[in-house]
């Protein structure tokens, strides 16, 4: 029988994770359309919100209930506006392994939101979910999304070459895809003791190769 996440919400200091809703529209579509996420991530540009409903109610759902994956809004806990979205994928249940990915909208960057929604999700998957690995892949020029998978305690494992695309939007809007290397970062639980400390202001995204 398939494994599959529960439907959580996990809190932080300045955070709620939980799961998307269609209040949630018009704000993943706003965020879907930084030009940040566009470059770093497979996310269809432009992005829609028809697209972004779809992703809501028939992506989401069935990353979960296939046991494929999880999808959570991050919001600040005082405005409970959307900040960002944390992605599980991957997953393999036989070997307790996932891979995080996660965005951050544009005006949120720079307050750490990404650290934070991260390692508790990190923290959850490897404390009460009893996993045994987590996996970031970061795409070799991006630096911010580096400087967040080491803030978490994020171990760099190795690089591989020429398995990332990224893009490049020109003067006349159009995008076009560049190859780079992706640089794989891991989580295991012994690692994440004093991961905390090591939280500071941040901002990043890793690529959500799977949603399309």
């Excluded at 879907?32 to 540009?45: I, K, L, R, S």
């Excluded at 249940?93 to 999700?121: D, F, K, Q």
Aim: charged share 25%.
């Amino acid at each position: 029988m398939t494994s599959t996440f529960p439907n959580i919400s996990i809190s932080t200091e300045r955070l709620v994770l939980r799961p998307l809703d269609e209040d949630d529209v018009p704000a993943l579509a706003e965020m879907m359309n930084d030009e940040q996420v566009g470059a770093w991530t497979d996310v269809p540009q432009p992005f829609t919100e028809d697209a972004a409903r779809n992703l809501i109610t028939q992506y989401a759902p069935a990353q979960r209930e296939s046991g494929r994956g999880l999808a959570l809004a991050v919001t600040e806990f005082l405005t409970q506006r959307l900040v960002g979205v944390v992605q599980l994928g991957k997953t393999n249940w036989h070997i307790r392994s996932t891979e995080l990915s996660y965005v951050i909208a544009p005006w949120a960057r720079g307050e750490g939101y990404a650290s934070e929604a991260a390692l508790a999700t990190a923290q959850w998957l490897l404390g009460d979910q009893k996993f045994e690995r987590v996996e970031l892949r970061t795409a070799a020029d991006n630096t911010a999304s580096q400087q967040v998978a080491q803030k978490i305690g994020c171990i760099s494992e190795g690089v591989l070459r020429n398995a990332c695309i990224a893009h490049v939007r020109a003067e006349d809007g159009t995008w076009s895809d560049v190859r780079t290397d992706f640089i794989v970062w891991s989580l295991l639980p012994e690692d994440l003791d004093g991961a905390g400390e090591q939280l500071a202001d941040s901002r990043g995204f890793t690529s959500f190769s799977d949603w399309n």
